[in-house]
Each structure stands twice: as structure tokens, then as C-alpha cells.
């Protein structure tokens, strides 16, 4: 490729979600030509971790339903890094933000609303969901959001759920 084919058109590279080493270097425009790579020509790219949250409604307990949980899931190839973030589910409810019995807006930040479950992300393991019943206590409307907390969250991607299955009315 080009100088101005990649200038232009940028440099797309097929890769798999494990991490993976990536060096680039000039390519000799002769061939008797030498061309000495300058030192930390490289980079690593770290692999595609990724946390995913789901409410799921709670177990039936006679003619009634528990509380719903909160389950975490981990998916990463390979081995699992010695730091993953801190998960933190925080709710913002109806009181005084809703019109006319709307639902409250989604928390935009993790200070936007009450924490409301934290969970250490050394209890993420690959395969191996973590379930958390929500607190009793919560009362319609509320909208819930989880974040990523910590160092090297913004290595780790969140899935998170469709918003109208974290809003409650």
C-alpha cells in the first residue's frame, strides 16, 4: 500500500478478538535498499473483553415473583486480565424528574443518580454469570444504567440492554 492510498483510504486489518502485536515498517523501494525499523514501531492491541448486563425477572415464589436480578456476564478470549473494572448499576427515579407520569431520563454519568449495586470485577469470570438480586425497596418509575469503573475500563466493552428494558413505569 501506498503512502497516499493509505492517507486517503486508511488502513482497515482483519483481526481476531485475542490480542494480537502489530507492527508496521516501510517497505524498501529498491531492491538493494535497507531499511532499519525505528525502535517501538509497534503496538499491542489489547483483547475484545466485553461485560454484559441484563435484568432478568426474579424466580416464582408461589402465586408471586421474587426480585428481579441483576446478571453479569464476562466474555473474553483467552486469559482473563489481573484488572478488569468495577461494574456499578445506578437507578434515577421518578421523583421530582418525571411530567405528567413519565419515566425519568437514563442516567447519562455514574454520579447521575444512586449507585445502586457494585460489583468488583474480580467476581467476573468467562462463562460464569453473576447474579444480583435488586434491592426491594424500588418503586415505579425509575430507569437504570451500568457503568464501568476503574482502571482499564475503557479497554473493556459494555453491552448493555435495550433502554426501554431499563426504564420502569
Do not use: H, N, Q, W
Not at 517497505?27 to 483483547?47: E, K, L, N
Request: aromatic share 4%; hydrophobic share 35%.
Amino acid at each position: 500500500m501506498t503512502r497516499s492510498t493509505y492517507v486517503r483510504e486508511g488502513l482497515y486489518v482483519d483481526v481476531a478478538p485475542s490480542a494480537f502485536r502489530l507492527t508496521l515498517s516501510a517497505a524498501p523501494r529498491t531492491p538493494d535498499a535497507v531499511v532499519v525499523p525505528p525502535p517501538g514501531g509497534g503496538t499491542r492491541v489489547a483483547p475484545e473483553i466485553t461485560v454484559r448486563y441484563r435484568i432478568v425477572p426474579g424466580p416464582r415464589r408461589a402465586l408471586r415473583r421474587g426480585p428481579p436480578l441483576l446478571r453479569v456476564t464476562l466474555s473474553c478470549p483467552g486469559e482473563v486480565p489481573p484488572e478488569l473494572p468495577e461494574f456499578v448499576l445506578v437507578v434515577r427515579t421518578g421523583k421530582g424528574r418525571t411530567e405528567k407520569g413519565r419515566a425519568p431520563t437514563r442516567p447519562r454519568t455514574p454520579t447521575d443518580g444512586t449507585a445502586l449495586l457494585r460489583l468488583d470485577g474480580d467476581r467476573l469470570r468467562p462463562g460464569d454469570p453473576v447474579e444480583l438480586p435488586l434491592p426491594s425497596g424500588l418503586r415505579p418509575p425509575y430507569a437504570l444504567r451500568g457503568f464501568l469503573l476503574g482502571e482499564g475500563a475503557a479497554d473493556v466493552r459494555l453491552d448493555e440492554p435495550s433502554p426501554t428494558d431499563l426504564v420502569v413505569r
